[in-house]
């Protein structure tokens, strides 16, 4: 059983042009037809996004029947935060708070999948979508938040489990910890530990590898690649992430 995965953190839908357009973005999702779709900064009810709810306009659009999403931060008017849209029923769903030190609230939306294959096969996948913050010490502890939630932590090692979304993490500080005590492996550095992950951002001149996707358990990776449409450089100030994988 194979499934394919995009993390993608949209900007709002607000491009490096300024402009709102949502149908960028729906037009991008649409090119890849990933099953499992991690989105950040997705917004709900905000006079910037016409207040609109980004995630079910979005998951409308392309056919999602499985939405789930984790509201962050709270707006004057409206609110943001991650969303997971799937092909696959979602068993269950919880936003893990992540917010230290009283900084700008964070998240890492937890959403367990029920992969459904096309001989009847079935397998659970555990998602975990995050957006970390902009200090390194502040995404050490937001990462060290997520590995000892409940979620996480009783996980058994063999069962598939994807990590991904915008670490934020310029130069790959929280890596060790990743691979090391998670036991997780990079589906986005190609060349393994000592290789550096694809570049995402700025969308139009990528240079910071602020993106990432980690696996571990019963998967293995069979691709994994930035987007490589025109679209993308100007839809979002990132560039969506693509990989699939196959359940052993």
């Not at 779709?37 to 006079?47: I, Y």
């Not at 964070?106 to 009847?120: D, F, I, K």
């Not at 009783?154 to 036991?183: H, M």
């Not at 590898?209 to 980690?214: A, F, H, K, Q």
């Amino acid at each position: 059983m194979r499934f394919r995965i995009v993390s993608y953190n949209i900007h709002r839908a607000i491009g490096v042009d300024r402009r709102f357009r949502p149908e960028r973005i729906a037009r991008i999702l649409a090119h890849h037809d990933a099953d499992v779709v991690l989105l950040q900064e997705v917004d709900e009810g905000a006079p910037r996004s016409r207040e609109m709810d980004l995630a079910r306009e979005l998951a409308g659009a392309l056919g999602y029947k499985h939405v789930a999403v984790g509201h962050n931060v709270t707006l004057r008017k409206g609110r943001y935060g991650n969303a997971t849209l799937c092909r696959f029923p979602i068993l269950r769903e919880r936003n893990i708070d992540l917010t230290v030190w009283g900084r700008k609230r964070r998240g890492c939306q937890h959403t367990a999948v029920l992969l459904e294959g096309p001989g009847g096969g079935r397998n659970a996948l555990d998602v975990f979508n995050l957006h970390l913050g902009l200090s390194a010490r502040e995404r050490e502890l937001q990462l060290g938040l997520l590995l000892r939630s409940r979620e996480f932590t009783e996980l058994p090692p063999y069962a598939p489990t994807i990590v991904a979304g915008d670490f934020n993490d310029w130069r790959s500080r929280l890596q060790p910890i990743l691979t090391g005590a998670a036991a997780l492996r990079s589906a986005t550095a190609p060349h393994g530990f000592f290789g550096r992950p694809m570049p995402t951002y700025p969308s139009f001149f990528p240079r910071g590898p602020l993106d990432r996707i980690y696996y571990r358990g019963r998967l293995r990776p069979v691709f994994a690649r930035r987007c490589r449409l025109r679209l993308s450089r100007v839809a979002s100030d990132h560039l969506p992430l693509v990989a699939e994988f196959a359940v052993r």
